[in-house]
């Protein structure tokens, strides 16, 4: 065609919900550019992380990736003299929840040092425009259900949270700063399910810090039981309920809040979630139904600084962005299982 594809550059690209991204991109007419320091990415061929790999194949098209630390300043600038960008999509960033109690201050510098050096190399070349994944725990303990996005935040109830409120918070003070400025900030809510390829999911490296991979690690025979932290919580059958949303669905958001920059909308913040929560147990029982196995479980005490219940309010996405979770349970069940199966091991 006449005019040339516009270049994203994807950080974290070749993550969970990053790969899922970079193939929606893909699919939408852009040139993904991916940089990923392998963190929590498995190498594949060709110096290719194994998910990027199967990214290409699936599109059949090459995908431009680089591995790259984006603490790394130097790295950066000469990777922005390189590429022309028309926007960031930027998903890297250490995520595990329990962790970031235990190494607070790596979750700082990854997190906020990285987006930091991100940004000025961005400012630096004239690329003014960004998505940011952020997260539903910047809300903290839900004042009100459902959570819209005028809900308070930064109550947050772990160093992980905090990084990412205080990212959003970076972000929206640069866009007061300079008018020129676009961000859409995303507030995941809980990403699961897989494409429907099977060919890429969720890989967790050792015990998943999340529900899902652990349930299907259990229908799998990988693991013995699933541990259900906290049974008396002020919910129906007293587990946690969350928002669980298909991470295509997500993906798909993201290339919405591409369009939304496209308006010179300055800063936006939007929740990425389906506005229904489901239980643990539930999630355990639509899984035993994709799966046609049993999946057994055991009650532990609660987790420190896991909230009750926390689901979405979605419809300022649906009216600013003219995006909508499309698929439910089932298919994010249906999904996740054929990735599991086809990949018992992971990548």
């Known amino acids: 065609q006449g005019t040339m594809a516009e270049k994203i550059l994807v950080t974290g690209g070749a993550g969970y919900i990053g790969s899922h991204c970079v193939l929606e991109l893909v699919e939408a007419g852009y040139v993904p550019v991916v940089v990923d320091n392998f963190h929590n990415a498995i190498q594949g061929a060709d110096a290719l992380p194994e998910s990027l790999r199967r990214?290409?194949?699936?599109?059949?098209?090459?995908?431009?990736?680089q591995e790259l630390d984006i603490t790394d300043e130097a790295a950066l600038q000469e990777l922005f003299s390189k590429h022309r960008f028309s926007a960031v999509m930027h998903c890297a960033g250490l995520k595990a929840v329990g962790e970031s109690v235990?190494?607070?201050?790596?979750?700082?510098?990854?997190?906020?040092?990285?987006t930091i050096r991100l940004?000025?190399?961005?400012?630096?070349?004239?690329?003014r425009n960004i998505v940011f994944s952020s997260s539903a725990t910047v809300y903290g303990d839900p004042k009100y259900l459902p959570l819209d996005e005028n809900h308070p935040v930064g109550g947050c109830t772990n160093p992980y949270g905090k990084?990412?409120?205080?990212?959003?918070?970076?972000?929206?003070?640069?866009?007061?700063?300079?008018?020129?400025?676009?961000?859409?900030?995303?507030?995941?809510?809980?990403?699961?399910?897989?494409?429907?390829?099977?060919?890429i999911g969720e890989d967790p490296q050792g015990i998943p810090n999340n529900?899902?991979?652990?349930?299907?690690?259990?229908?799998?025979?990988?693991?013995?039981?699933?541990?259900?932290?906290?049974?008396?919580?002020k919910t129906d059958d007293?587990?946690?309920?969350?928002?669980?949303?298909?991470?295509?669905?997500?993906?798909?958001?993201?290339?919405?809040?591409?369009k939304k920059l496209k308006e010179n909308c300055g800063c936006k913040i939007y929740n990425l979630g389906t506005g229904t929560g489901y239980s643990v147990l539930q999630m355990v029982r639509a899984m035993e139904k994709a799966s046609g196995r049993e999946i057994k479980y055991k009650i532990m005490g609660r987790r420190d600084g896991d909230?009750?219940?926390?689901?979405?309010?979605?419809?300022?996405?649906e009216r600013e962005l003219g995006w909508k979770a499309a698929f439910g349970l089932d298919k994010m069940c249906e999904d996740l299982w054929?990735?599991?199966?086809?990949?018992?091991?992971?990548?």
């Not at 990214?55 to 990736?65: A, D, G, K, T």
């Not at 529900?211 to 919580?233: H, I, K, W």
């Not at 669980?244 to 809040?257: E, N, P, R």
Request: hydrophobic share 45%.
């Open 163 to 199: 990084s990412k409120y205080f990212i959003e918070e970076m972000i929206r003070d640069l866009c007061k700063a300079e008018r020129d400025w676009n961000a859409v900030l995303l507030r995941y809510f809980n990403p699961i399910g897989a494409h429907e390829s099977g060919m």
């Open 338 to 347: 054929r990735w599991q199966l086809q990949n018992p091991t992971g990548f």
């Open 55 to 65: 990214v290409q194949q699936i599109v059949r098209q090459p995908i431009l990736f």
């Open 102 to 114: 235990q190494k607070p201050l790596e979750y700082y510098r990854v997190n906020l040092t990285g």
């Open 307 to 317: 909230v009750a219940s926390c689901y979405a309010n979605p419809a300022l996405a």
């Open 211 to 233: 529900l899902m991979p652990y349930v299907a690690q259990v229908a799998v025979g990988r693991r013995e039981f699933l541990s259900v932290f906290g049974n008396d919580y």
């Open 238 to 258: 007293g587990t946690g309920v969350r928002d669980y949303i298909h991470v295509v669905d997500l993906a798909k958001g993201h290339i919405a809040a591409l």
């Open 119 to 127: 940004l000025e190399t961005m400012k630096a070349h004239g690329v």
